[in-house]
Nanobody, 119 residues
Framework: QVQLVESGGGLVQPGGSLRLSCAASGFTFSLYNMSWYRQAPGKERELVAR????????DYADSAKGRFAISRDNDKNTVYLQMNSLKAEDTAVYYC????????????WGQGTQVTVSS
């Protein structure tokens, strides 16, 4: 059974930091490109960051560059999103996404974790 379980969300003040984790199971993690998406109320889901396999090269949305860092641990089947200098506009539900390296139509999603940036 495929599972992507996000954790680490919560309430943080502007300028603060959070580290999201996504634990994967039920598939060969090392064969999947991993991404973080987010969806704010009333907005479409958008890509935040992606980390490729193999090699671990990363890409970021312009809004995340310089503040967020995505990483993966293939031994732990986990992908992370370190978020620094958080802003109110980062408030959203953050979703973990796995896309098969050899067929990008094979995609799995997590259930999401809420991040709220507010004073």
């Amino acid at each position: 059974q495929v599972q992507l379980v996000e954790s680490g969300g919560g309430l943080v003040q502007p300028g603060g930091s959070l580290r999201l984790s996504c634990a994967a199971s039920g598939f060969t993690f090392s064969l999947y490109n991993m991404s973080w998406y987010r969806q704010a109320p009333g907005k479409e889901r958008e890509l935040v960051a992606r980390i490729a396999t193999p090699g671990g090269s990363a890409d970021y949305a312009d809004s995340a560059k310089g503040r967020f860092a995505i990483s993966r641990d293939n031994d732990k089947n986990t992908v992370y999103l370190q978020m620094n200098s958080l802003k109110a506009e980062d408030t959203a539900v953050y979703y973990c996404n796995a896309a098969f390296l050899f067929n990008s139509n094979l995609v799995y999603w997590g259930q999401g974790t809420q991040v709220t940036v507010s004073s």
